[in-house]
Nanobody
Framework: QVRLVESGGGLLQSGGSLRLSCAASGNIASIITVGWHRQVSGKRRELVASITRDDSTNSADSVKGRFSISRDTAKNTVYLQMNSLKAEDSAVYYC??????????WGQGTQVTVSS
């Protein structure tokens, strides 16, 4: 079992920055990939960025150059640094963890609202 807790969401103006955190607990050693996703009400959840155990990263075209994903293994935490935020970045952001036994765990989500 893996438990994920997101934090760091909030309300801010366009052009601002936020850093989201995803703290993992439980069977950390089983995690292969951690991802950040976002979802707007009524729309599909989309992958924003991901990072693997060997620090290989991937991000969606819509956030390239603005968002970055990183991890602190000592804190069992993955971060999503979001810069130059736009109104269209407003969503609930979710953290996910994919494990060696092909399970995906989700956090509870954190709301990000960007006003234009």
């Amino acid at each position: 079992q893996v438990r994920l807790v997101e934090s760091g969401g909030g309300l801010l103006q366009s052009g601002g920055s936020l850093r989201l955190s995803c703290a993992a607990s439980g069977n950390i050693a089983s995690i292969i990939t951690v991802g950040w996703h976002r979802q707007v009400s009524g729309k599909r959840r989309e992958l924003v960025a991901s990072i693997t155990r060997d620090d290989s990263t991937n991000s969606a075209d819509s956030v390239k150059g603005r968002f970055s994903i990183s991890r602190d293994t000592a804190k069992n935490t993955v971060y999503l640094q979001m810069n130059s935020l736009k109104a269209e970045d407003s969503a609930v952001y979710y953290c996910s963890a994919d494990t060696r036994n092909l399970r995906r765990y989700w956090g509870q989500g954190t709301q990000v609202t960007v006003s234009s």
